[in-house]
């Protein structure tokens, strides 16, 4: 059976937080590999200086370019109504119905699971995995998880993802700012953003 994870995100833009742990996905629950899937217009978060979905498709492309076992899907940039991630789940079960499907999140996201668009049906088509940064998170995590479980057959792996030192909102400012970005990117994404003039860069 092929097993693929799945990480979403506004990516905007994609960094060293975000490729890490997609590599600690691949690696934990020993994928076949992991997709990165840029979000259109995030429904439960809005984000505001949100680069054009092509460049941040862009940005993952780069970045995954030298990451083994990371690839890249525009599923979520094609479609044309509200990117509910049920149906990302649905199209990938359609695409690969002999699959095991995992869905990564973070903690704040799998504690408001209930508030999601068909959120039942989320359980029915993929393992839930949530990356705890802490044993508080953990503590978080395993508490809402015995909770849902009451109710709902839900499949969940509770992963470890190191914290990361700056959001991306920390980090389109810096470079707004034009301040040091040392580490934080992967490798040509810097120089992409520059070359794009995204997030205020000349």
Request: include cysteine; proline fraction near 6%; aromatic fraction near 8%.
């Amino acid at each position: 059976m092929t097993n693929i994870g799945l990480l979403g995100g506004t990516f905007n833009p994609i960094h060293m937080g975000h490729l890490t742990l997609a590599q600690n996905f691949l690696a934990q629950l020993s994928l076949d590999e992991v997709v990165l899937i840029p979000d259109k217009s995030p429904v439960h978060k809005p984000e505001l200086d949100l680069a054009p979905g092509e460049d941040r498709l862009t940005m993952c492309e780069i970045a995954a370019a030298g990451a083994p076992g990371i690839t890249v899907d525009d599923v979520e940039l094609r479609r044309k109504e509200k990117s509910y991630t049920v149906l990302t789940l649905e199209d990938y079960r359609r695409r690969h119905p002999q699959a095991q499907l995992y869905f990564l999140m973070g903690t704040d996201m799998f504690l408001t699971l209930e508030g999601w668009h068909q959120y039942e049906r989320l359980f029915q088509l993929a393992v839930m995995c949530v990356g705890a940064r802490d044993s508080g998170e953990e503590t978080l995590i395993l508490d809402a998880l015995k909770r849902y479980r009451q109710y709902y057959p839900i499949r969940a792996e509770v992963l470890r993802a190191p914290p990361f030192p700056v959001s991306s909102t920390q980090l389109r400012e810096r470079l707004r700012r034009g301040e040091t970005t040392e580490g934080l990117l992967p490798p040509g994404v810097k120089e992409y953003i520059e070359r794009r003039g995204l997030y205020g860069t000349k």
